[in-house]
T-cell receptor
Framework: DAGVIQSPRHEVTEMGQEVTLRCKPI?????LFWYRQTMMRGLELLIY????????DSGMPEDRFSAKMPNASFSTLKIQPSEPRDSAVYFC???????????FGPGTRLLVL | QKEVEQNSGPLSVPEGAIASLNCTYS??????FFWYRQYSGKSPELIMF????GDKEDGRFTAQLNKASQYVSLLIRDSQPSDSATYLC???????????FGQGTTLQVKP
């Protein structure tokens, strides 16, 4: 989790509720990525930003998912309404300026009942 | 569609043996390749990256890249039980800034 803080670390909610996941990069970066990981589908890229601008959101499963990056130090991923199939670990990752290597945050483990 | 393929395993090796993890990729435009290790319940962490054909060594780890065959591998010498994890291979996707990840190979090192 070099340089990336995610909150909450665990979230349990009921189907239909809104869920907001947060990511705070604490070091300089060019890109910020949101991933989802499940046993069945592995690591999936949902959306990524370059200099706070969304570049590719083709991995976002459906309109229930949205992401924002209002500034270089903060990004959110929102699911509304949540469904049980959204249960997964959601990672935020960054790459440091000028590097291709991505560094992952600790992840948010989401369980939708 | 650009893909990175890995055998999901599990790959089981005895302690002290060499573990060989393999990965193929479809995008000939990919130039950089990365190996991440992910322990159960943790986030992926970078082990090595490789840009040039040939071998790159770092301690017990050796990454190998063959661009003609579109093949990347990771060798772990003197495998330890603490190396038991899932290993993710990733390649860059041109100048898009994103990486394409494989599904990962689970390695089990048995004492």
């Amino acid at each position: 989790d070099a340089g990336v803080i995610q909150s909450p670390r665990h979230e349990v909610t009921e189907m239909g509720q809104e869920v907001t996941l947060r990511c705070k990069p604490i070091s300089g970066h060019d890109y910020l990525f949101w991933y989802r990981q499940t046993m069945m589908r592995g690591l999936e890229l949902l959306i990524y930003f370059n200099n706070n601008v969304p570049i590719d959101d083709s991995g976002m499963p459906e309109d229930r998912f949205s992401a924002k990056m209002p500034n270089a130090s903060f990004s959110t991923l929102k699911i509304q309404p949540s469904e049980p199939r959204d249960s997964a670990v959601y990672f935020c990752a960054i790459n440091r300026r000028g590097q291709e290597t991505q560094y992952f945050g600790p992840g948010t483990r989401l369980l939708v009942l | 569609q650009k893909e990175v393929e890995q055998n999901s395993g599990p790959l089981s090796v005895p302690e002290g043996a060499i573990a060989s993890l393999n990965c193929t990729y479809s995008d000939r435009g990919s130039q950089s390749f990365f190996w991440y290790r992910q322990y159960s319940g943790k986030s992926p962490e970078l082990i090595m990256f490789i840009y040039s054909n040939g071998d790159k060594e770092d301690g017990r780890f050796t990454a190998q890249l063959n661009k003609a065959s579109q093949y990347v591998s990771l060798l772990i010498r003197d495998s330890q039980p603490s190396d038991s994890a899932t290993y993710l291979c990733a390649g860059d996707s041109g100048n898009t800034g994103k990486l394409i990840f494989g599904q990962g190979t689970t390695l089990q090192v048995k004492p």
